[in-house]
């Protein structure tokens, strides 16, 4: 039983242009949540995506947007990158928009 | 608001010992789940344990144990007789609870980096 795919795994990216970031979620899950963890804080919430709506939204600006497709797979792309914009990006998937979370191995985004 | 404070940042000891990771959570819900999670160096958030906020029986898990208690608003996580293996940095979290047991987004602490020496 697969767990939460993201990719690519490692991504580096020069100031001012876009980023896609993938996640295939667990088996039998269908709700996507993103999550944004800069070096040595805790993940911080930017959305989450159930029956390819964004349901919940935290304090990220509109660069930052998702897409989640009728196989429950998500994207993020984030618009303009910032040297801030620099960290791990974790996705975690879920049953019905939040019971219990599995999350994937994350996607390491530096901007230069 | 919510928010949960890890106030140990990093914490270094010997194998065997005991070590007990500190969290302290604030929030105005009634219902709301507290979770911990391992992080190792591979980055993937490893789940160890969900408590919800009407339960606050002690919980042990092999060589884990967790203690819930709302008066302090607490949730401390102990491991006992640690080893090399344990090293990562652990999250605490906190997620408001909605009927039928599902759960908002996660609020997680800033981590406790664990290293256990041999």
């Known amino acids: 039983d697969a767990g939460v795919t993201q990719s690519p795994t490692h991504l580096i990216k020069t100031r001012g242009q876009q980023v896609t970031l993938r996640c295939s979620p667990k088996s039998g899950h269908d709700t996507v949540s993103w999550y944004q963890q800069a070096l040595g804080q805790g993940p911080q919430f930017i959305f989450q995506y159930y029956e390819e709506e964004e349901r919940q939204r935290g304090n990220f600006p509109d660069r930052f947007s998702g897409h989640q497709f009728p196989n429950y797979s998500s994207e993020l792309n984030v618009n303009a990158l910032l040297l801030g914009d620099s960290a791990l990006y974790l996705c975690?998937?879920?049953?019905?928009?939040?019971?219990?979370?599995?999350f994937g191995s994350g996607t390491r985004l530096t901007v230069v | 608001a919510q928010k949960v404070t890890q106030a140990q940042t990093e914490i270094s000891v010997v194998e065997k010992e005991d070590v007990t990771l500190d969290c302290v959570y604030e929030t105005r819900d009634t219902t709301y789940y507290l979770f911990w999670y391992k992080q190792p160096p591979s980055g993937e958030l490893v789940f160890l344990i969900r408590r919800n906020s009407f339960d606050e029986q002690n919980e042990i898990s092999g060589r884990y144990s967790w203690n819930f208690q709302k008066s302090t608003s607490s949730f401390n996580f102990t491991i006992t007789a640690s080893q090399v293996v344990d090293s990562a940095v652990y999250f605490c979290?906190?997620?408001?609870?909605?009927?039928?047991?599902?759960?908002?987004?996660?609020?997680f602490g800033k981590g406790t980096k664990l290293s256990v020496k041999p």
């Open positions: 975690a998937s879920s049953l019905k928009g939040g019971h219990g979370y599995t």
């Open positions: 979290a906190l997620s408001e609870g909605f009927r039928g047991g599902s759960q908002g987004n996660l609020i």
